[in-house]
């Protein structure tokens, strides 16, 4: 049996990126790869094409990856580094379009059941919709 | 034969995160369909985000429904998991 999904989650913030990446761990309790490329490469605010390279060649690929922008521009990076990679199974990393914390939540827990990439990848997306109220 | 089965939890605690994530891991050990009721609200268990979205605090009442063939040991896992809290 290939292992679970891994989880990228992509923030203009290393701080927040740590934060919700433990605390989906912490709610998924159990070994779901989560991997964060936070800030930039001086520890400032904004995002790094090489920390987003390095999260993704961390990342088992066995089970495919879910990545998690926090807002547009790490969308931007996010696609920059993914075109600039030569890849033989481009389809096996998937950049989801969700709410950042809801998205890691649900796409851990999720992956943390053994869940395949496509339902990990639906979690997170209905994620967008869910209301807290 | 469709087996189903139904247990009704008094929350000893409120369900937020951590209990909700172990809820929808437990969940998807199971073959049955599983729902959970609260307050007119029914969101399935796998469903983490809905869960916690209950907003179901401690001695509120929360049914566990199950259809399947493992039914009756799907509601009795969630039910101990509930029982324990957080």
């Known amino acids: 049996m290939t292992g679970t999904v891994s989880i990228v989650l992509v923030s203009h913030s290393a701080r927040l990126a740590e934060g919700v990446a433990e605390m989906a761990r912490q709610i998924a309790s159990a070994n779901v790869t989560v991997l964060t490329a936070g800030g930039t490469d001086e520890g400032t605010l904004g995002t790094s094409a090489a920390l987003v390279e390095q999260a993704l060649s961390s990342a088992d690929r066995g089970a495919g990856v879910v990545v998690l922008p926090d807002l547009g521009s790490s969308v931007l990076t996010t696609r920059a580094v993914l075109d600039s990679r030569s890849e033989e199974n481009p389809d096996d990393i998937v950049l989801v379009d969700t709410a950042f914390v809801e998205g890691a939540v649900a796409a851990t827990v999720t992956a943390a059941t053994g869940a395949a990439l496509g339902d990990v990848v639906a979690a997170a997306e209905e994620a967008r919709n869910v209301r807290k109220l | ?86």
């Open chain 2, 1 to 86: 034969m469709s087996e189903s089965s139904e247990v009704a939890v008094e929350l000893t605690a409120a369900l937020h995160a951590r209990p909700a994530g172990r809820l929808a891991q437990e969940a998807a050990r199971f073959k049955a369909e599983i729902l959970l009721d609260h307050e007119g609200t029914t969101v399935r268990p796998s469903g983490v985000l809905a869960v916690m979205g209950l907003g179901a605090v401690a001695g509120s009442r929360l049914v566990i429904r199950a259809t399947g063939p493992d039914a009756a040991q799907a509601t009795g896992a969630l039910a101990r998991i509930l029982a324990e809290g957080d």
